[in-house]
C-alpha cells in the first residue's frame, strides 16, 4: 500500500518523461480512478487542464470504434491550454473488439504531447497488444490517506470508521460524512429504514451501492419474521429496470456481511475479526448460521438474479431466510 502523494509522484515522473505516455492502471472504484486522475493531473499542470481532457466512458459506457475517431481528431491539435492532452478510459475492459484494434493504431505513433491513461480492474481481462504497448502499473493506495483530515474525528466517533475497508470506501465516506452520519441517526427500526431507502431512490434514478449496503445492514439487524412480508412489499413497490440488480446486490452484500460476522463471532474466539464490532449488541440476539445457511445464501449469490421479476424473488427469499437467524 502506497500514499497517493507516493503514487501519483511515480506517475507524475512517467508523464514528464519524453515522448508520448501509455499507462495501464489498475485500480477499483469509480472514486479513486477519478480523484488519482485529479491529483495527477494537479501535479503535471500548472493550468486548467480539462479542455485538453478526454473521456472516453466516464459514466460506464462502452469504448467504441466511433471513440477511437473522436481520439484521432482530438490528438490532430496541440494542447490548448495544458502541457499534455488526456486520453482517458475509466474501464477499457468494457470495450469493443473494434474498438481496441483502432485504438492499438493510434497508440502506436502518438503525438509527444498524448497521454494515455486506461484503468481497469484486472490485467488479465487485456489483450496482450495492449500490455505490451503500455506501462502496467497497481494503484494500491492507502484508505486512510484519502479521508480529509477536518473529517477524521467526525468518522471515528460514530461507526462510519467501521465501513472504511478499502480506499473507495474511505473516498465516499469522507466526502459524504454528513449525510451518512444522519443517516445513522435517522436509522433506528425497520419502518424508519424503509423509509429512508423509498425516499432515496425516488430522489436518486439508482442510489448509490455503498448507501444502500450501509442501510441494508441496519434494516437486518432489527427484521423479524413477522416483518418481512411488510418490508418485501415495500421495496417491490420502488424497484424498476434501472434500480432492481443495484437494490438486490446492495441487500445480498449486506447478509453476507453479516453472516461472516456471526460466524466468527458464533464459532471462534477471534472477535477482532469482526467487520462490524459494533453490532455486537445486536448479533447476541441472534441465531448461528447453519452451514445450510451459508451455502444456501451462497447459491444465491452464483445464481445471479438479473431480470425484474426474479430479482424480486431473490430479495424475497434473502429477507425471509435471513429473519429466521432472528430468535424469537
Known amino acids: 500500500m502506497e500514499s497517493m502523494k507516493a503514487v501519483v509522484e511515480r506517475v507524475r515522473k512517467i508523464v514528464e518523461s519524453d515522448g508520448p505516455t501509455r499507462l495501464l492502471l489498475k485500480a477499483k472504484g469509480t472514486l479513486v480512478k477519478r480523484f488519482f486522475l485529479k491529483k495527477l493531473i494537479e501535479s503535471v499542470e500548472e493550468k486548467d487542464a480539462s479542455y485538453d481532457l478526454l473521456w472516453l466512458n466516464r459514466d460506464g459506457e462502452k469504448v467504441k470504434v466511433e471513440d477511437a475517431r473522436k481520439v484521432a481528431d482530438f490528438l490532430s491539435y496541440s494542447p490548448s491550454i495544458a502541457k499534455h492532452k488526456y486520453i482517458v478510459s475509466e474501464e477499457f475492459a468494457n470495450s469493443t473488439p473494434e474498438a481496441v484494434s483502432a485504438l492499438l493504431k493510434i497508440t502506436e505513433e502518438p503525438p509527444e504531447h ?87 431512490a425516488l430522489s436518486k434514478e439508482e442510489m448509490p451501492p455503498f448507501e444502500l449496503e450501509f442501510l441494508f445492514e441496519k434494516l437486518l439487524l432489527f427484521l423479524k419474521e413477522k416483518e418481512v412480508v411488510e418490508v418485501y412489499q415495500a421495496l417491490k413497490s420502488m424497484l424498476n429496470p434501472k434500480n432492481s440488480l443495484s437494490v438486490f446486490n446492495a441487500l445480498l452484500e449486506a447478509v453476507l456481511v453479516i453472516v461472516e460476522d456471526l460466524m ?9 475479526a469482526l467487520k462490524r464490532p459494533n453490532y455486537v449488541s445486536n448479533y447476541v440476539e441472534m441465531e448461528e448460521p447453519s452451514m445450510n445457511d451459508v451455502e444456501w445464501i451462497l447459491k444465491v449469490r452464483e445464481k445471479r438474479y438479473r431480470s425484474k421479476v426474479n430479482v424480486e424473488v431473490g430479495i424475497f427469499l434473502l429477507l425471509t431466510k435471513f429473519a429466521t437467524l432472528k430468535r424469537k
Open 114 to 200: 498524448a497521454v494515455f491513461i486506461f484503468f481497469t480492474s484486472s490485467f488479465s481481462q487485456m489483450f496482450s497488444t495492449i500490455k505490451s504497448r503500455f506501462i502496467s502499473l497497481s494503484l494500491n493506495i492507502k484508505a486512510e490517506d484519502l479521508i480529509e483530515k477536518g473529517k477524521v474525528d467526525m468518522i471515528n466517533a460514530n461507526e462510519l470508521k467501521f465501513w472504511i475497508e478499502d480506499a473507495e470506501h474511505a473516498l465516499y465516506i469522507s466526502e459524504n460524512v454528513e449525510r451518512l452520519d444522519k443517516l445513522l441517526v435517522s436509522a433506528v427500526d425497520v419502518p424508519s429504514i424503509v423509509e429512508i431507502i423509498k425516499r432515496e
Open 264 to 272: 466468527v463471532l458464533k464459532k471462534t474466539s477471534y472477535w477482532q
